[in-house]
């Protein structure tokens, strides 16, 4: 067991330890210390690749995996409001959020679980060629090795799931270094991997910085995937420095999303403003660039601003809010600077731009030209811009006008132009008459471009933790 809520040790070898030194965690919303965790260095770090490669000496059957994931869904279902009040403190997500994030996690472990138990290579048809013929072939799936997982801040919880629950459903032990400003749920998420019966090593959890640590996973040739999920000056570095490795990101967005004018316009800005929004547009996957056909700009904003100004900004322990603080005063800084470049190059601030107390309101901007930051970087704030278009063709032009490409959308009641935009938005999914926030743990979720290099959800995540070995039999 962990220490308290405020104190935590970290996971090693099985053993909760202490290091001497402290990482102190802070509400992003009252800057109160939620707790402090211990903090490791490079020494720790090869102490848990140490447990992690002893672990993987015994190898889990997958039956026992399988079992080891489900309790832990059972146990995240059981402590529920324990884990999102730990998502909401540490982060400052609004508690209706954490909640939707804590039962996701439930899910995430519930479709590992099902890979775990499916696990299987294939038969390779060894007569099709003349050299084959006489022998038997077939691949198993083996665990990679020992995965390296690095997590954001932004899904505390199950962004640390979408790594660990594969990974161990493939067989592969665990080093995991989550976001130094929210540990605790990571933490919380290893406490209840041991109760349900992790045997010791499969999973250390180091908490510290983030440099020091990145190097032990990024140079100790025994880590054999390093999974990655934060922005993407850090990911495509990694991917440089660890070109030996399995090195697989899920990077940022600058999500873009097509109206068309035969769309339910109401229902498309209920969607937007529900999605543009919450949690502060700290979600790779928030609404940020908005593309309305001219004919249907001033209707869909008549129905979209009065929904973003009717959103409650304030505590995110408050049940009724629906967006809260940004994780640091920097980073509502830097999203403040971008709306002041926007307003100084002519952009039109149609509701928000100014801050509510310490909080930045949800703020919409009309007329803003594509090379804005706004328009083309990922604002990770409560952001969103709105630019109306005439042709279809000029639609997608501008909603291609990034380096990123996870997610986007378009609505409209038009089949054929869904699939149009699904054939030529360069993004990793399309989302039809849905927010391009949508996604649901078992998808194939992931991005093209600068956005990363692989997909995730158990049954996706789970390839890219395996390899293939053949074995041939001569009959
Ligand atoms: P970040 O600053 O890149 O941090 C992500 C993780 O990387 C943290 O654990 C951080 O540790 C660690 N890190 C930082 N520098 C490192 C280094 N040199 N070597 C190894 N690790 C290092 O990102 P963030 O601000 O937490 O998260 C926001 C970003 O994540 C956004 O761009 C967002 O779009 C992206 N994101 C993507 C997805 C997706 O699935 N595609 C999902 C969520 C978020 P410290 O915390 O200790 O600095």
Redesign the pocket.
């Known amino acids: 067991m962990a220490t308290t809520a405020s104190e935590q040790k970290l996971l090693i070898g099985g053993e909760w330890v202490e290091t001497g030194s402290w990482v102190d965690v802070r509400s992003p919303y009252s800057g109160e210390l939620v707790g402090r965790v211990a903090k490791a260095g490079a020494a720790d770090a090869r102490r848990a690749i140490d447990a992690a490669e002893a672990a993987m000496q015994e190898p889990l059957p997958a039956h026992k995996r399988a079992e080891i994931l489900v309790r832990v869904a059972g146990y995240l279902g059981r402590r529920h409001e324990e884990v999102a009040q730990t998502i909401s403190a540490e982060a400052g997500k609004p508690l209706k959020a954490a909640r939707v994030e804590a039962a996701r996690a439930m899910s995430t472990f519930t479709m590992a679980a099902v890979e775990a138990r499916k696990l299987t290579g294939e038969t390779v048809p060894m007569d099709a060629s003349q050299a084959g013929a006489g022998k038997l072939a077939f691949t198993l799936r083996r665990p990679i090795g020992i995965v390296g997982a690095?997590?954001?801040?932004?899904?505390p919880l199950n962004?640390v799931a979408h790594k660990l629950a594969p990974a161990l459903a493939a067989g592969c032990a665990v080093v995991l270094?989550?976001?130094?400003?929210t540990p605790f749920s990571a933490l919380l998420l290893a406490e209840l991997e041991t109760e349900a019966g992790l045997p010791p090593g499969w999973l250390n959890v180091l908490v510290?910085?983030?440099?020091e640590?990145?190097?032990v996973?990024v140079e100790d040739e025994r880590v054999r995937a390093i999974t990655?999920?934060?922005?993407?000056?850090?990911?495509w570095?990694?991917v440089e420095r660890a070109p030996r490795k399995r090195v697989k990101l899920?990077?940022?967005?600058a999500t873009p999303v097509i109206v068309e004018a035969d769309a339910d316009l109401e229902d498309a800005a209920t969607r937007l403003a529900a999605n543009a929004f919450a949690f502060a547009g700290?979600?790779?996957i928030s609404v940020q660039r908005v593309y309305v056909q001219r004919d249907a700009y001033d209707e869909l904003l008549s129905h979209f601003l009065p929904k973003v100004e009717a959103l409650v900004v304030g505590d995110p322990a408050d049940e009724a809010t629906d967006v809260g603080p940004l994780?640091d005063a920097d980073a509502r800084d830097r999203v403040l600077a971008w709306i002041e470049e926007a307003r100084a190059a002519g952009a039109t601030i149609l509701t928000g731009g100014d801050l509510d107390g310490e909080l930045l309101r949800p703020t919409v901007i009309a007329n803003a030209a594509p090379e804005l930051k706004v328009s083309c970087e990922?604002v990770?704030g409560p952001v969103c811009t709105v630019t109306a278009y005439d042709t279809f063709d000029e639609a997608i032009e501008l909603a291609n006008g990034t380096r990123y490409g996870?997610q986007a959308g378009i609505f409209t009641a038009s089949i054929k132009t869904a699939l149009a935009a699904a054939q030529r938005l360069e993004f990793g999914g399309v989302t039809v008459n849905e927010a391009p926030t949508f996604r649901a743990d078992q998808m194939p979720?992931?991005?093209v471009k600068d956005?990363?290099n692989t997909r995730?959800g158990p049954a996706y995540a789970v390839r890219e933790f395996t390899e293939d070995r053949l074995v041939v039999i001569e009959l």
């Open positions: 690095i997590s954001p801040f932004n899904f962004l270094k989550p976001a130094s400003q510290g910085p983030a440099a640590l990145g190097d996973l990655f999920t934060g922005s993407s000056g850090v990911g570095k990694l899920e990077l940022g967005n700290q979600s790779c994780i990922e990770f996870l979720y992931g991005g956005s990363g995730e």
